[in-house]
């Protein structure tokens, strides 16, 4: 199956998670969360069970802690996959919704942030959004952004990146393996003029920033140094704009 790594570890949906809203923008549902007031938008493209994860939520609801207001969108307009269904296997579903069309639902999203006073915009891809990121940002459509256990994304995908980037991988990832993350720095190394920053976790596994188990402290660490990391990356390069 294309992309088996991508459900074989979903997220946990019996916690409570979540302190925003969701409301409309550019005709999407999204998840916000952080101050109406901050100038510094950051936007989530999810992995592919979409925007309601409570873990998800929380994480957006940390990184707006510091000074950010965040959305997380509804890149699959109501029909994000579901393992349950069985009618409706990942193949198929995936089929119907390419991560290249989902800079078609980004673009103006944040063109829409910008027009209510967001001086600068960065953005997270977490599995499924990493394809959309790196679109963005050929198209220079964000100031910064960050990857987090990509899927789908290949070498050609990173040489064109034109912002800054910040890619988190998994040591365990059948998807984007060490060896590929490695490649991805190799052609970042090559283009100093875009600052760049790549590491590989150990001992962690694809979806390990969104997809963990909050009653387990070594997950719960793990995914908070990547937290973190991406914070930092935000921090460093949209809080100078």
């Avoid at 009618?87 to 579903?93: E, T, V």
């Avoid at 063109?111 to 959309?132: D, I, N, P, Q």
């Amino acid at each position: 199956m294309v992309g088996s790594e991508c459900i074989s570890n979903h997220p946990i949906l019996n916690v409570s998670g979540g302190v925003g809203y969701v409301t409309d923008i550019a005709g999407v549902n999204t998840y916000v969360t952080g101050s109406r007031l901050a100038i510094l938008a950051i936007v989530f493209i999810s992995d592919i069970y979409g925007f309601k994860p409570p873990l998800l939520r929380k994480v957006a609801d940390k990184v707006a802690q510091h000074g950010y207001f965040v959305a997380v969108p509804d890149f699959f307009h109501g029909e994000p996959y579901n393992d349950g269904n069985v009618s409706r296997p990942f193949d198929p579903w995936f089929k119907d919704h390419d991560s290249a069309k989902g800079i078609e639902t980004a673009k103006p999203i944040i063109e829409a942030l910008k027009r209510k006073g967001a001086s600068a915009v960065g953005v997270a891809g977490f599995c499924w959004g990493a394809r959309t990121l790196t679109d963005l940002g050929k198209a220079k459509l964000v100031q910064a952004s960050v990857i987090l256990h990509p899927s789908f994304l290949t070498v050609d995908d990173i040489r064109g990146v034109e912002v800054p980037i910040a890619i988190l991988g998994a040591e365990h990832d059948t998807i984007s393996p060490p060896k590929l993350i490695n490649q991805f720095q190799q052609v970042l190394n090559a283009k100093p003029e875009i600052d760049s920053y790549v590491k590989i976790f150990p001992n962690v596994s694809h979806g390990w920033t969104v997809r963990y188990d909050p009653n387990d402290p070594k997950a719960v660490e793990a995914a908070g140094e990547a937290h973190q990391t991406m914070i930092n990356w935000f921090d460093k390069h949209l809080k100078k704009n």
